[in-house]
């Protein structure tokens, strides 16, 4: 069974930086995507950016691209997501997720694991 920890958010300042983490156990995730999805108050749970494990290719949301980065370390079975230039509209609880598959999508109904999140606030 797949097990997923995030850790590594809080509260910063706009302009400010954190970097998420995602340990993930339970199996080989070699044909697995994993994502991070966020979900504010009040509204839907959004796709912010994938990874392929195999391959380490990636997709972000254009709301986060060219701000945040997915990533993955192997030896560690760890997804990361490296946030810089936050914003106050940054602000969700951020979740990791895997799919057994290789393709990448957007949807969080196709992802069938989810870790317990994490808070991220950004203050003006």
């Known amino acids: 069974q797949v097990h997923l920890v995030e850790s590594g958010g809080g509260l910063v300042q706009a302009g400010e930086s954190l970097k998420l983490s995602c340990a993930a156990s339970g199996r080989t995730f070699i044909n697995y995507v994993m994502g991070w999805f966020r979900q504010a108050p009040g509204k839907e749970r959004e796709f912010v950016a994938g990874?392929?494990?195999?391959?380490?290719?990636?997709f972000h949301a254009d709301s986060v691209k060219g701000r945040f980065t997915i990533s993955r370390d192997n030896a560690k079975n760890t997804v990361y997501l490296q946030m810089n230039s936050l914003k106050p509209e940054d602000t969700a609880v951020y979740y990791c997720?895997?799919?057994?598959?290789?393709?990448?999508?957007?949807?969080?109904?196709?992802?069938?694991?989810w870790g317990q999140g994490t808070q991220v606030t950004v203050s003006s």
């Open positions: 997720a895997a799919r057994p598959s290789t393709a990448i999508v957007l949807s969080s109904n196709a992802y069938d694991s």
């Open positions: 990874i392929r494990w195999s391959a380490g290719s990636t």
